[in-house]
């Protein structure tokens, strides 16, 4: 039984498309996050939203925008694919807003841009 | 900026003896710090975690080691299994509302291979 999951797990698209990753989490956390994985290997927090309500939304181009409809969803649309938006994208949940008790990640979604 | 430096890219041990992954942070705020593990294709998974009001924390064949005043901690792994070889992932948060809070900083990352 998955507790946190997302799709796709793999995705390939042509520059200037418009994509959507979604995330869902069982676990009854309030807070659920965006991470990237760039090719330097650094996992870098994009966006957190905590029971719906945005939280953190780092320097990432507006191309990239989360919904959270619910709680237990965070999905990342993005808009106009880049070459450089290719990574693989991590959504995590954690119990509260402080990852006290540590994240639950996800098995990531490895997005290729060409 | 990197505030969580995991500098050793890479670490050979061998099965039995015990592997030391360091890590060090710059950002004082910091009082919670985190170790993930990540085995490739994977998401990184939860493996333990210390508070800035200890210096040791363990679990099992995993020990946690801070110092503080050093702004480093250190994850020791006795003894190291074949199964142990992996991405190991430094991470730290801020409990206040302060700068490095409500996220994970994570460090690059350090592969560690446990020779069988």
């Known amino acids: 039984d998955t507790a946190v999951s997302q799709t796709p797990k793999y995705l390939v698209t042509q520059m200037g498309n418009d994509k959507s990753i979604k995330c869902e989490q069982n676990l009854g956390h309030d807070t659920m996050y965006w991470y990237k994985q760039d090719s330097k290997k650094f996992l870098k927090i994009m966006f957190s939203y905590n029971n719906k309500e945005l939280i953190i939304n780092e320097t990432v181009p507006n191309r990239f925008s989360p919904k959270s409809p619910d709680k237990a969803h965070l999905n990342l649309h993005i808009n106009s694919l880049e070459l450089g938006d290719s990574a693989v994208y991590f959504c995590?949940?954690?119990?509260?807003?402080w990852g006290a008790g540590g994240y639950t990640f996800g098995s990531g979604t490895r997005l290729t841009v060409v | 900026d990197q505030q969580v430096k995991q500098n050793s890219p890479s670490l050979s041990v061998q099965e039995g003896r015990i592997s030391i992954l360091n890590c060090d942070y710059t950002n004082s705020m910091f009082d919670y710090f985190l170790w993930y593990k990540k085995y490739p294709a994977e998401g990184p998974t939860f493996l333990i975690s210390i508070s800035s009001i200890k210096d040791k924390n363990e679990d099992g064949r995993f020990t946690v080691f801070l110092n503080k005043s050093a702004k480093h901690l250190s994850l020791h792994i006795v003894p190291s299994q074949p199964g142990d070889s992996a991405v190991y992932f430094c991470a730290a948060s801020a409990l206040g509302s302060g700068a490095g809070s409500y996220q994970l900083t994570f460090g690059k990352g350090t592969k560690l291979s446990v020779i069988p």
């Open positions: 995590a949940s954690s119990q509260d807003l």
